[in-house]
């Protein structure tokens, strides 16, 4: 299995290693050694959260290696008059009688609540590589679907200012 990522998405990954192995390992791991010195580990509540942040870091560090390790490098590319990757799309929700923008985005950058939705979900895997006036129908699962009509395409390119999803 592997994420289908841009170069964009892997540059911005490695940035966020090389920032947690370089500025935030060294300070967790004085925090570490710092609450140690407290005393009697066994009741050291700051002795404890130091070593989850410490696992934490060291969790996702370990999470961005196998993703770069893993993917498959995407282009973001389309032909001018279909929805592709990084474009504003503009579609009418038949059934709430509703107009939304939204950007398609790779899974890492996805957070619905701006309006970035996954090439992956079940309205952008529906919408890559339609065309303006097109009625599409959106299959979330097997009892539920939905038609939308695309009523712009924007163009878009892969946007540095894009954040990577974390936690």
């Given at each position: 299995m592997y994420d289908e990522l841009t170069e964009v998405d892997?540059?911005?990954m490695q940035e966020e290693i090389d920032y947690r192995v370089k500025v935030l390992r060294p300070q967790i791991l004085e925090?570490?050694?710092t609450a140690?010195?407290?005393g009697d580990l066994?009741?050291?509540f700051e002795y404890k959260a130091a070593k989850q942040e410490k696992n934490k870091n060291?969790?996702?560090?370990r999470y961005l290696e196998r993703m770069i390790s893993t993917a498959k490098v995407i282009k973001a590319d389309s032909k001018e008059n279909e929805v592709g990757l990084f474009d504003r799309v503009e579609i009418f929700f038949e059934e709430d009688d509703e107009t939304q923008t939204i950007r398609l985005v790779t899974t890492l950058r996805q957070d619905a609540s701006k309006g970035l939705?996954?090439?992956?979900?079940p309205l952008g895997k529906a919408l890559l590589g339609r065309r303006a006036g097109d009625r599409v129908l959106v299959e979330v699962n097997k009892d539920?679907?939905?038609h939308v009509v695309i009523r712009s395409v924007e163009k878009g390119g892969d946007d540095e200012s894009l954040p990577i999803r974390g936690y």
């Open positions: 892997i540059r911005k925090d570490v050694k140690r010195a407290f066994s009741e050291n060291d969790s996702r560090i939705i996954s090439k992956e979900s539920y679907s939905y």
